[in-house]
């Protein structure tokens, strides 16, 4: 490339970001309000491990867990367990009737909204002990601690701010917190959007590139739980946004500071943030390859970026001094010990096949009984797939995004799987297990690259196609959503001995009643969110082609 077609390229990367349009704002909504609707659908305690990252919010809050404990050392409190009716664990009783349970006495049932335990009366700080099947007892260890602070800090500050929180209804409290939660994902919506625009897919491509959290039910439910892969997911996207302004010319010193910034931020949330120090020199290698006049500048900046990202790096470098290892167990201080005892041929091949699987299946949908049952969701899970997969062969065999663009922002989910299958691997050499540590929601931190590759694969339709990929993407989020919804509700709220509308009506009045606020807001968040997605269905159809965006940085 000559100095001419690298100052236009450079013009082109820093050309400004137009004005939001409305439709974004409206997606977002959207966005919003599906992640506030499965905050009913699903019953608190229903995400992975919700229970033990409510129980470290409030023992953060009530200074029992800070400052930061050892690992092994602080367990499950009664009072927590005051704000669910469910089994904290997989549901292998299969469905659970929930239509069934309403207004009754026993532990089972829940009792009417408003009478329902606080965290104080229910045993508040005391352990919880759970009892075992020859019936000892035994205090729950909170394993959690084997994470960094951050997300546990911002929670327990924000309920912090909940006046006499510990005396009022536990199950308000903890929706509360789920409603938290679904505010910390509301701006990827955005951060997709404005990705996409600054790699300079035409339109509507970036309209497209907002839509796809809405497509994907499985992560609109995460977002809508207690858990610290939310954090982890916004700061994933908001640093594949700040990767692409740095390939596509963006060498400053304050942006290399914010990369810096927000990786340590998510360095300080969860384990699988160790592959973003890999990540961000990836971007900048690629940065530095193509800046042959500004080499000096680029590499100002990645030193800038690497010393911002140190501080999360010394989290880790802490765990290793103290306990051994980059993470520790969390059950224990020590380092368990994981010496291989099986190999390939003790069911190696089974164990990769349903890691696979798991992968597939679980980051599109949920599969909460575990039945791994070839269903409706099943398949539509694979149809996303198949698309999403024909989107980035398109854009790496026609080169819509530059191929090296596109390889930095493809790579976190290698890497993340890579994370993931390394750990599942030593607990099947270990012991044998099949299924530790396999779930989709994994790589969750990576889905903004893909989408943004996956859509511009999508740049080589004629413009008169290529205004409908938006409305494609709704049509396939309402696939997913029904699959999802069905299974969802057969699983949780349809009556044992009921059928047709009947059954429908008493599921709904079920979730109502057991919904922790007043139905009123259930309805409202509905209202809003069929709203919001007529709004949107209206902007996506009559909304013409455009004009392209402006290219790509270069065709490397």
């Known amino acids: 490339m000559n100095r001419e077609q690298l100052r236009d390229a450079g013009r082109t990367a820093t050309a400004p970001v137009r004005a939001v349009p409305v439709v974004i704002w409206l997606i977002t909504v959207l966005h919003v309000a599906v992640m506030l609707a499965q905050t009913a659908v699903f019953p608190n305690v229903r995400s992975p491990d919700e229970l033990k990252h409510v129980d470290l919010?409030?023992?953060?809050?009530?200074?029992?867990?800070?400052?930061?404990?050892?690992?092994?050392?602080?367990?499950?409190?009664?009072?927590?367990?005051?704000?669910?009716?469910?089994?904290?664990?997989?549901?292998?009783?299969?469905?659970?009737?929930?239509?069934?349970?309403?207004?009754?006495?026993?532990?089972?049932?829940?009792?009417?909204?408003?009478?329902?335990?606080?965290?104080?009366?229910?045993?508040?700080?005391?352990?919880?002990?759970?009892?075992?099947?020859?019936?000892?007892?035994?205090?729950?260890?909170?394993?959690?601690?084997?994470?960094?602070?951050?997300?546990?800090?911002?929670?327990?500050?924000?309920?912090?701010?909940?006046?006499?929180?510990?005396?009022?209804?536990?199950?308000?409290?903890?929706?509360?917190?789920?409603?938290?939660?679904?505010?910390?994902?509301?701006?990827?919506?955005?951060?997709?959007?404005?990705?996409a625009r600054r790699l300079g897919l035409p339109e509507p491509l970036p309209v497209a590139a907002a839509l796809t959290p809405v497509a994907v039910p499985e992560m609109e439910h995460l977002y809508s739980a207690v858990n610290n892969d939310n954090l982890l997911v916004l700061f994933g996207t908001a640093l594949t946004y700040l990767l692409v302004r740095v390939m596509t010319g963006d060498l400053s010193r304050r942006t290399a500071l914010v990369v810096g910034l927000v990786a340590t931020a998510a360095l300080l949330t969860k384990g699988f943030a160790l592959m973003l120090p890999a990540w961000i020199a990836l971007a900048y290698g690629v940065a530095l390859y193509r800046s042959r006049g500004r080499r000096r500048v680029a590499l100002g900046s990645l030193v800038v970026a690497a010393v911002a990202t140190l501080p999360g790096v010394a989290w880790w470098v802490r765990n290793l001094v103290l306990y051994g290892a980059i993470q520790p167990h969390g059950y224990r201080t020590e380092v368990p010990d994981l010496t291989p005892v099986y190999g390939w041929s003790d069911g190696g091949d089974r164990w990769l096949g349903r890691l696979l699987e798991r992968f597939v299946t679980t980051f599109f949908v949920q599969d909460h009984a575990v039945a791994e049952a070839h269903d409706a969701s099943w398949w539509a899970a694979r149809v996303a797939l198949v698309l999403v997969a024909a989107g980035v062969v398109a854009a790496l065999v026609r080169g819509t995004v530059p191929r090296m663009t596109a390889v930095v922002l493809l790579a976190a989910v290698p890497m993340l799987g890579a994370i993931v299958a390394k750990g599942s691997w030593e607990q099947f050499a270990a012991f044998r297990d099949f299924a530790a540590a396999q779930q989709g929601r994994y790589l969750y931190t990576g889905f903004a690259g893909v989408v943004l590759v996956a859509f511009a694969g999508a740049a080589v339709l004629r413009p008169a196609w290529r205004r409908w990929v938006p409305a494609g993407v709704l049509v396939l989020a309402l696939g997913l959503h029904a699959a999802f919804q069905y299974d969802t509700w057969i699983l949780y709220w349809m009556p044992e001995h009921e059928s047709g509308w009947a059954a429908v009506g008493s599921a709904v009045e079920a979730m109502a009643f057991w919904y922790p606020w007043p139905a009123g807001v259930f309805v409202a968040v509905v209202a809003v969110g069929v709203a919001a997605a007529a709004g949107v269905v209206w902007q996506v159809v009559r909304r013409p082609a455009g004009e392209p965006a402006p290219s790509p940085m270069l065709t490397t």
Do not use: K
């Not at 800070?66 to 704000?83: K, S």
């Not at 408003?114 to 000892?136: K, M, N, Y």
């Open 57 to 195: 919010i409030v023992q953060v809050e009530q200074g029992t867990a800070w400052p930061w404990p050892d690992p092994g050392t602080i367990f499950v409190t009664e009072g927590v367990t005051a704000g669910h009716f469910l089994s904290s664990d997989r549901l292998w009783s299969g469905r659970q009737f929930l239509a069934d349970r309403v207004d009754a006495d026993g532990p089972e049932f829940a009792p009417p909204r408003g009478e329902r335990p606080s965290f104080a009366d229910d045993g508040g700080l005391a352990p919880w002990a759970q009892e075992h099947a020859d019936g000892t007892t035994e205090a729950v260890t909170n394993q959690l601690v084997q994470h960094p602070p951050l997300y546990y800090l911002l929670g327990a500050a924000a309920l912090h701010a909940v006046p006499d929180w510990a005396t009022a209804p536990m199950d308000q409290v903890w929706l509360w917190l789920r409603w938290l939660n679904t505010l910390v994902a509301a701006p990827i919506p955005l951060l997709l959007w404005a990705s």
